[in-house]
């Protein structure tokens, strides 16, 4: 079992920086890539980014390419996503998320492990 705790959301004026953490416990070392979705309220949760957990490749969605950059700390196993040029657009509960397996990860299938969520507000 592995365990995903997030924090750092919170609200921010538009142009605002936040960073979310995702801090993995259990078996980590099973981990094949970690990834950050959100959801809004009536929508289906959406991809935001990925990276592989050995290699340290990373994904983006379009709509965050530029402005998001995701991150891991090995040794505290535990993954950071920097959010910069905020806009309102983003405000969405923010979830972390690891799969085991390999596949395509920037699909939420194939994730079987996930947080709590964090919400994100930014105000226009």
């Known amino acids: 079992q592995v365990q995903l705790v997030e924090s750092g959301g919170g609200l921010v004026q538009a142009g605002g920086s936040l960073r979310l953490s995702c801090a993995a416990s259990?078996?980590?070392?099973?981990?094949?890539?970690m990834g950050w979705f959100r959801q809004v309220p009536g929508k289906e949760r959406e991809f935001v980014a990925a990276i592989i957990w050995s290699g340290g490749s990373t994904y983006y969605a379009d709509s965050v390419k530029g402005r998001f950059t995701i991150s891991r700390d090995k040794a505290k196993n535990t993954v950071y996503l920097q959010m910069n040029s905020l806009k309102p657009e983003d405000t969405a509960v923010y979830y972390c998320?690891?799969?085991?397996?390999?596949?395509?990860?920037?699909?939420?299938?194939?994730?079987?492990?996930w947080g709590q969520g964090t919400q994100v507000t930014v105000s226009s």
């Open positions: 998320a690891a799969r085991s397996g390999g596949g395509t990860v920037t699909r939420i299938y194939g994730y079987n492990y």
């Open positions: 259990g078996r980590t070392f099973s981990s094949y890539a």
